[in-house]
């Protein structure tokens, strides 16, 4: 358990932001434990395989094996440096790894209990040299287990940042921060958050807390403090189907809805328009209008206005019936 003291300040300056290296960092927890992310073993089933062949997983020699352990182990604070924005980019989030002072990763890998294996004992020897390393495998392992899914997660990942910023605007700071999962909740000034090997420090000014929205760290919390502003990574909502494959639709589900609106909603993975929604799904434009009204009307898809867009979304409703049915 961790208490993060918050001024006014700091809250007023709470933002979020997406990270190409967060998803590497807790996506490597889930294949240390896949038992405990039910909902990523379609992944998990996927990704192992090669990612073993290539020396990356499950190797006495990967650096990043060996720095990211089974939950709820410490987790370095340099694997994951605040990212800038909401446009994730692993090649600028990788220059950030590379650049962490020597003083700080030898000061972080002092807190791993146990002896050091020859390849932390060798990143603790040069710094500079290991990082850079690390950040080739990284890049590698990035290619094979996230690069061929990352638009899917993206879409999802951009989704939860709208909601949660349509929350922040309609009801405060407290409702946003207390809404983020079972492990944090808002008390007063001060953020409480569930979790061991937490070293967020009070953030009394500076640029606040960055909150992070993740695909792998369902059905968790992970929190940093990485150089003066802490970051708080929370799982991203509607993740109930998010491995299906195109053509998976529950038959339960098209049991009850049809098969056409089953496939909506299915492939309704963050916001959609109508025009994307009938690229995905191969209905007609018209097709997909009508049935996202049907689905309006039953509650499982709300509809809002960006721009000239029209952006269509599941509802929690959906998101439950998903995930009982799949």
Not at 17 to 26: G, K
Not at 242 to 267: K, S, Y
Not at 287 to 301: D, F, P, Y
């Amino acid at each position: 358990m961790v208490a993060i003291s918050m001024s006014a300040g700091a809250v007023a300056r709470i933002r979020f932001a997406v990270s190409c290296l967060w998803e590497v960092v807790a996506s490597v927890r889930v294949l240390r434990d896949p038992g405990d992310h039910a909902v990523h073993l379609p992944w998990v089933r996927r990704v192992r395989r090669p990612l073993v062949e290539a020396g990356l997983i499950e190797a006495d020699t990967g650096l990043l094996w060996q720095l990211v352990p089974a939950p709820p182990g410490y987790l370095a604070d340099f694997l994951t440096p605040p990212p800038a924005d909401l446009n994730p980019d692993l090649a600028a989030e990788l220059t950030a790894l590379r650049a962490t002072p020597a003083g700080s990763v030898r000061a972080h890998l002092d807190l791993y209990p146990g002896d050091r294996t020859p390849a932390l004992a060798a990143l603790y020897a040069d710094p500079p040299a290991g990082l850079r390393r690390l950040s080739a495998e990284i890049e590698a392992y990035w290619r094979i287990a996230l690069a061929p899914h990352w638009p899917r997660l993206r879409l999802l990942l951009d989704a939860d940042v709208t909601a949660r910023a349509r929350l922040l605007a309609e009801d405060g700071a407290a409702v946003l921060l207390n809404d983020l999962h079972r492990q944090v909740r808002w008390e007063g000034d001060t953020l409480v958050v569930a979790q061991r090997h937490c070293l967020a420090p009070d953030v009394a000014d500076g640029p606040g807390l960055v909150l992070v929205p993740s695909v792998f760290v369902w059905p968790s919390v992970l929190s940093v403090s990485a150089g003066d502003a802490p970051q708080l990574a929370y799982p991203a909502s509607g993740l109930g189907t998010l491995w299906e494959r195109p053509n998976d639709v529950p038959d339960a589900l098209a049991a009850v809805l049809g098969r056409g609106r089953a496939r909506l909603l299915t492939e309704l993975v963050g916001e959609a328009s109508t025009t994307e929604l009938a690229r995905r799904s191969g209905m007609s434009p018209g097709g997909v209008s009508q049935h996202l009204t049907a689905l309006r009307a039953a509650g499982l898809v709300v509809t809002h206005r960006r721009g000239r867009s029209l952006l269509s979304a599941r509802t929690d409703l959906a998101e439950a019936l998903l995930s009982a049915t799949a």
